[in-house]
T-cell receptor, first 112, second 113 residues
């Protein structure tokens, strides 16, 4: 089955700096790659997603890039703010249903 | 519109007991998936239901089972609870299934003692 690896597991940045989280996947059949943000004690919430026919997608301070050949995708957060502090999960899914393979998460801390 | 609702929010059970968790998806969503979240393993897929049928299943023992009703509400059951079953159980609903956004509930925190 699909295997998603995520790095780093923890990340600390100064407010205003950029943060980058990287994920790799193993199954070339995966074609949908969402990123979820989970604040402490709360549910995971989708922040951005990308489909396999797109190489890059941006939404204000957040961007995601996808390299299908290398089977990796990355989350970029610019101008980080303290409220960006949370655990971020990458995920991959195939066109087989509402089944996601998640990375193990990155705990991001933005230091004011 | 109302989000995904999971009940109960917290549960404490004794080893060997069984437990049933409930998930009410967003109105109109027909796909419901279940995940187990633990600090060491992250989110692991349990199973997915679509139109009352199990469509996908993860690598969990048969003690973990589920079902979906005609109104798309779903339940998962864990029998013969083990200490290692302590986790946050999350369900996620989506409109159709493949390639569409999944919305998570707040989860049920299960503690097995």
């Amino acid at each position: 089955g699909e295997n998603v690896e995520q790095h780093p597991s923890t990340l600390s940045v100064q407010e205003g700096d950029s943060a980058v989280i990287k994920c790799t996947y193993s199954d070339s059949a995966s074609n949908y790659f969402p990123w979820y943000k989970q604040e402490l004690g709360k549910r995971p919430q989708l922040i951005i997603d990308i489909r396999s026919n797109v190489g890059e997608k941006k939404d204000q301070r957040i961007a995601v890039t996808l390299n299908k050949t290398a089977k990796h995708f990355s989350l970029h957060i610019t101008e980080t703010q303290p409220e960006d502090s949370a655990v971020y999960f990458c995920a991959a899914s195939m066109n087989t249903g509402n089944q996601f393979y998640f990375g193990t998460g990155t705990s991001l801390t933005v230091i004011p | 519109k109302a989000g995904v609702t999971q009940t109960p929010r917290y549960l404490i059970k004794t080893r060997g007991q069984q437990v049933t968790l409930s998930c009410s998806p967003i109105s109109g969503h027909r796909s419901v998936s279940w995940y187990q979240q633990t600090p060491g393993q992250g989110l692991q897929f349990l199973f997915e239901y679509f139109s009352e049928t199990q469509r996908n299943k993860g690598n969990f023992p048969g003690r973990f089972s589920g079902r979906q009703f005609s109104n798309s509400r779903s339940e998962m059951n864990v029998s013969t609870l083990e200490l290692g079953d302590s986790a946050l159980y999350l369900c996620a609903s989506s409109f159709v299934g493949p390639d569409t956004e999944a919305f998570f509930g707040q989860g049920t925190r299960l503690t097995v003692v």
